[in-house]
Antibody
Framework: QLQLVESGSGLVKPSQTLSLTCSVS??????????WTWIRQPPGKGLEWIGY???????YYNPPFKSRVTISVDKSKNQFSLKMDSVTAADTAVYFC??????????????WGQGTLVTVSS | SSVLAQPHSVSVSPGQTATITCGGN??????VHWYQQKPGQAPLLVVY???DRPSGIPERFSGSKSGNTATLTINRVEAGDEADYSC????????????FGGGTKLTVL
C-alpha cells in the first residue's frame, strides 16, 4: 500500500527558504514510472497546485511559483522534496505531497500525504 | 487559466442525497476529479475521470457531468460523509494545468 508522509520545517522566517520532504513507502522511486507532486492549502482557502516532478526527473511548476520553487527526488532515500525561496506570510499553509495519476491530459492526485503545516513568521 | 466554481456549503439530513456542483468553462472538455477532505486527514480521491470510483469508495458516491457543470452525488448520506469536497481538472494546454475548485463544506444535519 502506497503511503506518503511529509516532514520538514514547521516555522520559517520571512525571506528564508521553506524545505519539505515527502517520504514514500510501498513504491520505489528508482524503479517505478511514477510522478510526484506538491499541493498546498492556505488557512481557510482552497487547494493550490505547486508543481510536479516526472519519473524522468523533469519538473513542471505552476507559474506563480516557478521563480522560487524547486522539486527534486532523492532515489537513495525514496523521498522527494520541495524548496521554496523567499517566503512571506502568504506562504503559510498546509503542504501536501501526492502521487500523480491519470493520463497526460487528465491528471489526478492519489494518494496524498496527511499534510504538514508551515507557518511563516518572524 | 481555468476557474472552477463550487458552492461554499451544502447541508443535508442523514439518509438524504447531497449534490455538489463544480462549474467552469473548461469542465465540459476536461475530466473532473473529486476529493474528500476531513479535518486533519489527507485528501481522498472519491471520483476520477468524471464518474469512475477508486476501489474502496462506496457506491453511494457518484460523479456526472452535463455541459460545463460536473456534479458529485452522495446518496444515503451518513454522518461520516461530513467533509470538504473539492473538484479538480487538469488542463495540459494551460500554463496553469492543475486547477482546483474552492471546495464545498458538506454538513450533515
Amino acid at each position: 500500500q502506497l503511503q506518503l508522509v511529509e516532514s520538514g520545517s514547521g516555522l520559517v522566517k520571512p525571506s528564508q527558504t521553506l524545505s519539505l520532504t515527502c517520504s514514500v513507502s510501498g513504491a520505489s522511486l528508482s524503479s517505478g514510472d511514477y510522478s510526484w507532486t506538491w499541493i498546498r492549502q492556505p488557512p481557510g482557502k482552497g487547494l493550490e497546485w505547486i508543481g510536479y516532478i516526472f519519473h524522468s526527473g523533469s519538473t513542471y511548476y505552476n507559474p506563480p511559483f516557478k521563480s522560487r520553487v524547486t522539486i527534486s527526488v532523492d532515489k537513495s532515500k525514496n523521498q522527494f522534496s520541495l524548496k521554496m525561496d523567499s517566503v512571506t506570510a502568504a506562504d503559510t499553509a498546509v503542504y501536501f505531497c501526492a502521487k500523480v495519476g491519470g493520463y497526460y491530459d487528465s491528471r489526478y492526485f492519489d494518494p496524498w500525504g496527511q499534510g504538514t503545516l508551515v507557518t511563516v513568521s518572524s | 487559466s481555468s476557474v472552477l466554481a463550487q458552492p461554499h456549503s451544502v447541508s443535508v439530513s442523514p439518509g438524504q442525497t447531497a449534490t455538489i456542483t463544480c462549474g467552469g468553462n473548461d469542465v465540459g472538455s476536461k475530466s473532473v476529479h473529486w476529493y474528500q477532505q476531513k479535518p486533519g486527514q489527507a485528501p481522498l480521491l472519491v471520483v476520477y475521470y468524471d464518474s469512475d470510483r477508486p476501489s474502496g469508495i462506496p457506491e453511494r458516491f457518484s460523479g456526472s457531468k452535463s455541459g460545463n457543470t460536473a456534479t458529485l452525488t452522495i446518496n444515503r448520506v451518513e454522518a461520516g460523509d461530513e467533509a470538504d469536497y473539492s473538484c479538480q481538472i487538469w488542463d495540459n494546454t494551460s500554463e496553469h494545468p492543475g486547477v482546483f475548485g474552492g471546495g464545498t463544506k458538506l454538513t450533515v444535519l
